[in-house]
């Protein structure tokens, strides 16, 4: 088993250090070398993954009346033609980007045909970059979010026009 075995107690003082370290700093991975040794400790949240990950939007979309920020209470006749509209959540809690840098044009815009894998927006969360994908295939029909605002966990981002 190596010297692993010889000094159980100094190696297992060393890794509650570490993750401490990790936890009192945010870090979402620490890698440390020494004499010959290596050791990466990595967190596996998905929200705190080192490279972009792209998220699907989840078929069936939220009804008016359970979404966050829905006006539920509004015009029902609003409400009806909203029935037919797939909402695109936030998987996650972050800030919601257009586009892939400020300078670049939006990803979309209202109006845009747009199939299951297109990317709609990005939500970085824990300097992540998180790509979101429409989940449905339509034409995007409103954008509910304005750019560069915090969203919400399962908040409606965009509706889309299934077809």
């Known amino acids: 088993?190596?010297?692993?075995?010889?000094?159980?107690p100094k190696y297992v003082k060393e890794l509650k250090g570490l993750l401490d370290l990790m936890k009192s700093h945010d870090l979402a991975e620490v890698e440390l070398e020494e004499?010959?040794?290596k050791i990466r400790l990595r967190k596996t949240e998905p929200h705190?993954?080192?490279?972009?990950?792209?998220?699907q939007g989840a078929l069936p979309a939220l009804s008016s009346a359970a979404a966050p920020g829905s006006d539920a209470g509004g015009d029902p006749e609003a409400a009806e033609e909203d029935d037919d509209l797939y909402k695109v959540?936030?998987?996650l809690v972050g800030s919601?980007?257009?586009?892939?840098?400020?300078?670049?044009?939006?990803?979309?815009?209202?109006g845009d045909r747009v199939d299951e894998d297109t990317v709609l927006c990005i939500v970085e969360a824990m300097k992540?970059?998180?790509?979101?994908?429409?989940g449905a295939s339509g034409v995007v029909r409103e954008i509910l979010v304005e750019n560069g605002s915090a969203v919400?966990?399962?908040?409606?981002?965009?509706?889309?026009?299934i077809s």
């Open 35 to 37: 004499e010959g040794q």
């Open 89 to 91: 959540p936030s998987p």
């Open 128 to 134: 992540v970059m998180n790509e979101i994908t429409a």
């Open 48 to 55: 705190l993954s080192a490279a972009p990950v792209t998220i």
């Open 96 to 110: 919601f980007y257009r586009s892939p840098s400020p300078e670049a044009d939006p990803f979309v815009i209202e």
């Open 1 to 8: 088993m190596g010297c692993f075995a010889m000094d159980l």
């Open 152 to 161: 919400e966990f399962d908040q409606p981002l965009f509706k889309i026009e």
